[in-house]
């Protein structure tokens, strides 16, 4: 049993599709839904139906808290050691988490797992996928990801295990202090791991596991925020942390 935390903010249509994936292969998971004060009637009453349906847990912010703190509530609400992280502009595929939850449970020094994706930095991209990543059917989707699982087999230490579906162990979070109260949204993810990391645990990608991520269409775009100098900010504070502190 793992648990699958989404924070929800409007973005019906995409919603549904990350949604319907998690019914086809994952309705008997422990499942949190954190709707951050979404704005959008009908998803409002679809995530209510679906709460209803399959007796998910379902919180709902009146107005938006962040990505981050929605992320925590989901955390402190649910009760699986090994938990999910999962952005709603994601298409599970079948045995792409527990292919991830099993790494987790037969790799003890392993505290954080990703898959390979369609939309990420560094080496979980497949530019395959990338390239296709709104072009392809859900069909085509779960076609490339039952290929993918056949022809890789690797686990791979990495630094920055993208936060679109990021794995790990509710105890490591916990033990680490979990995100930095100081990073609303930006880095917090990063900054996290340096942590994890340091407390002598390992971060990894898992090649086998696909899920397909749009990019960008999660939550709904903040108004007056500049991302570019958000993320600036963010690794400015992150260096100077843990350069200072050694922390």
Excluded at 76 to 97: A, P, W
Excluded at 149 to 156: K, R, S
Aim: some cysteine.
């Amino acid at each position: 049993m793992f648990c699958i935390i989404v924070p929800i903010k409007n973005q019906f249509k995409i919603v549904k599709m990350c949604i319907e994936s998690i019914v086809k292969y994952y309705a008997n998971q422990e499942i949190v839904l954190i709707d951050d004060g979404s704005t959008e009637q009908n998803l409002v009453y679809y995530l209510n139906e679906i709460h209803k349906k399959f007796n998910w847990k379902l919180f709902r912010n009146g107005s938006s808290v962040g990505h981050t703190k929605a992320c925590e509530s989901g955390i402190e609400n649910s009760t699986s050691e090994n938990i999910f992280l999962l952005n709603s502009d994601t298409i599970l595929t079948k045995n792409s988490l527990e292919l991830l939850s099993d790494t987790l449970d037969k790799n003890k020094d392993i505290a954080v797992v990703g898959p390979k994706t369609s939309s990420a930095s560094g080496p979980q991209l497949s530019l395959e996928a990338f390239t296709n990543r709104f072009k392809w059917s859900i069909d085509e989707i779960e076609e490339y990801a039952r290929q993918n699982e056949l022809l890789n087999n690797e686990i791979l230490d990495i630094e920055l295990v993208n936060g679109f579906c990021l794995g790990m162990r509710r105890s490591i979070f916990n033990q680490v202090g979990g995100f930095d109260e100081n990073l609303s949204c930006y880095g917090n993810e990063k900054e996290l791991l340096l942590r994890i990391r340091k407390a002598g645990h390992r971060t990894v990608f898992v090649t086998k596991s696909y899920v397909h991520h749009f990019g960008k269409m999660s939550y709904s775009q903040e108004k007056n925020i500049n991302i570019g100098k958000a993320q600036r900010d963010a690794d400015c504070y992150i260096m100077k942390k843990h350069l200072s502190t050694g922390k």
